[in-house]
């Protein structure tokens, strides 16, 4: 079992850059596929970002070329390196964790985070 704790949200303005942590705790925390995803009011929950076990990496259309996602395994932690923010990227932002697949479908993750807040102020 994994257990995930994101960290790193606040609110910034808008062209700015924020970092989420998302520290994971359990032994195989290497072998999971490992993704981000936001929520914002009123709206479905949207894939970011994921990074497989083996560090092949996916964006999702909104973020690539601003956002950045890197894991090390010896940490137990993700990273989401967030640049060049929009009022659209303001959300609660999930860790996720899977250890079946790997890809932008939430419902394949089997571990959530609480979610941290993101505001991105105009």
């Known amino acids: 079992q994994v257990q995930l704790v994101e960290s790193g949200g606040g609110l910034v303005q808008a062209g700015g850059s924020l970092r989420l942590s998302c520290a994971a705790s359990?032994?195989?925390?290497?072998?999971?596929?490992m993704g981000w995803f936001r929520q914002a009011p009123g709206k479905e929950r949207e894939f970011v970002s994921t990074i497989s076990w083996g560090g092949v990496i996916y964006y999702g259309d909104s973020v690539k070329g601003r956002f950045t996602v890197s894991r090390d395994n010896d940490k137990k932690m993700v990273y989401l390196q967030m640049n060049s923010l929009k009022p659209e990227d303001t959300a609660v932002y999930y860790c996720?964790?899977?250890?079946?697949?790997?890809?932008?479908?939430?419902?394949?993750?089997?571990?959530w985070g609480q979610g941290t807040p993101v505001t991105v102020s105009s």
């Open positions: 359990g032994r195989t925390f290497r072998s999971y596929n």
């Open positions: 996720a964790a899977s250890s079946r697949s790997f890809g932008s479908d939430h419902s394949a993750y089997d571990y």
